[in-house]
């Protein structure tokens, strides 16, 4: 139903729009299917120090949550393809993660392609990442129970993080919270055939994405974009990684979820089998949606619990 209505829409492909129009109709599409946005008991946009100028981050504490209560944060990148995306498309879905797992949450705006291609995207969420450790004590934030995590793109971005982190060894994070991420950027997986039209993410938008944040092809094999080919994936956080069964990222979720048990990591996989790609900020008209918000949020919770 929800697939037909955004046919009959009329609403063009984002692949037929520039990134400017893409990003406006991103930005006024969540309307239709986002939840209202819940209170929260502290919403403050931040502004990290960045190597190319100020990150606007926000901050959101969850309801119940004193004002002088370190709470433990899960640092938050959001999905749109490294072109389309920023703090209000995903704002319903953040507060909801920080109320319903107890836990604060920072929202990274990072810098988009086509005008900041890989890894300029990269480069933002670590900065932004090591600016909130840095500051944890002054935002009322716990360092020492600090989680990193995405959607899609996002969950590209929390992966690699968490392979910078664990390089450079001084930034500890607990846990990496994965939704439907893309892992590895060549799309070779046989979901992105069975699964690449029809489904609202389809194959040709995905090539639009990737056109706008590689700019050369040999990038595609670079770890930093495609962490999946990483080729020692040891002694990262435990993960929770959440897929959809009508998804072209599918199979890149499984088998880095896969690749990441075998190099003797915690992870779980859940795929929602039902469900197509960007599901998750969709509460208002898909119902597992919800299911799956609480879902991500217990696990938040239960990872930065002590």
Same mark, same amino acid.
């Given at each position: 139903?929800?697939?037909?209505?955004?046919?009959?829409?009329?609403?063009? #492909?984002?692949?037929?729009?520039?990134?400017?129009?893409?990003?406006?109709?991103?930005?006024?599409?969540?309307?239709?299917?986002?939840?209202?946005?819940?209170?929260?008991?502290?919403?403050?946009?931040?502004?990290?120090?960045?190597?190319?100028?100020?990150?606007?981050?926000?901050?959101?504490?969850?309801?119940? *949550?004193?004002?002088?209560?370190?709470?433990?944060?899960?640092?938050?990148?959001?999905?749109?393809?490294?072109?389309?995306?920023?703090?209000?498309?995903?704002?319903?879905?953040?507060?909801?993660?920080?109320?319903? *797992?107890?836990?604060?949450?920072?929202?990274?705006?990072?810098?988009?392609?086509?005008?900041?291609?890989?890894?300029?995207?990269?480069?933002?969420?670590?900065?932004?990442?090591?600016?909130?450790?840095?500051?944890?004590?002054?935002?009322?934030?716990?360092?020492?129970?600090?989680?990193?995590?995405?959607?899609?793109?996002?969950?590209?971005?929390?992966?690699?993080?968490?392979?910078?982190?664990?390089?450079?060894?001084?930034?500890?994070?607990?846990?990496?919270?994965?939704?439907? #991420?893309? +892992?590895?950027?060549?799309? +070779?997986?046989?979901?992105?055939?069975?699964?690449?039209?029809?489904?609202?993410? +389809?194959?040709? +938008?995905?090539?639009?994405?990737?056109?706008?944040?590689?700019?050369?092809?040999?990038?595609?094999?670079?770890?930093?974009?495609?962490?999946?080919?990483?080729?020692?994936?040891?002694?990262?956080?435990?993960?929770?990684?959440?897929?959809?069964?009508?998804? #072209?990222?599918?199979?890149?979720?499984?088998?880095?979820?896969?690749?990441?048990?075998?190099?003797?990591?915690?992870?779980?996989?859940?795929?929602?089998?039902?469900?197509?790609?960007?599901?998750?900020?969709?509460?208002?008209?898909?119902?597992?949606?919800?299911?799956?918000?609480?879902?991500?949020?217990?696990?938040?919770?239960?990872?930065?619990?002590?």
């Amino acid at each position: 139903m929800l697939l037909k209505l955004v046919e009959q829409s009329g609403a063009p #492909p984002v692949h037929l729009l520039a990134p400017v129009e893409a990003r406006q109709m991103y930005r006024d599409r969540r309307f239709f299917s986002q939840p209202d946005p819940p209170e929260v008991a502290l919403m403050r946009d931040l502004e990290a120090e960045g190597p190319a100028g100020p990150i606007p981050l926000r901050l959101y504490r969850p309801l119940g *949550s004193s004002q002088d209560q370190a709470l433990p944060v899960l640092v938050y990148y959001h999905g749109g393809g490294f072109v389309i995306g920023d703090l209000d498309t995903h704002d319903v879905l953040c507060r909801e993660l920080a109320n319903e *797992s107890g836990c604060a949450v920072v929202s990274v705006d990072y810098r988009l392609a086509p005008e900041h291609p890989y890894p300029a995207a990269v480069i933002d969420c670590m900065a932004a990442t090591r600016w909130i450790y840095a500051n944890a004590a002054s935002l009322g934030l716990d360092a020492g129970r600090l989680a990193v995590g995405g959607d899609s793109a996002g969950g590209n971005l929390a992966a690699v993080v968490c392979l910078l982190a664990r390089d450079d060894g001084d930034l500890p994070i607990r846990f990496q919270l994965l939704i439907y #991420p893309g +892992t590895e950027m060549r799309s +070779t997986a046989q979901s992105h055939q069975t699964n690449g039209q029809g489904y609202l993410l +389809t194959r040709d +938008t995905i090539d639009y994405f990737h056109g706008h944040y590689i700019a050369d092809p040999e990038q595609d094999f670079e770890w930093q974009a495609s962490p999946f080919l990483r080729d020692d994936l040891a002694g990262l956080p435990p993960a929770f990684i959440m897929s959809a069964g009508y998804d #072209p990222l599918r199979d890149d979720a499984l088998a880095y979820s896969q690749r990441l048990s075998e190099a003797g990591n915690r992870v779980t996989h859940i795929c929602f089998e039902r469900q197509i790609h960007g599901f998750i900020t969709m509460g208002k008209v898909i119902d597992e949606a919800n299911t799956a918000v609480r879902l991500c949020a217990d696990e938040v919770r239960r990872a930065l619990s002590a």
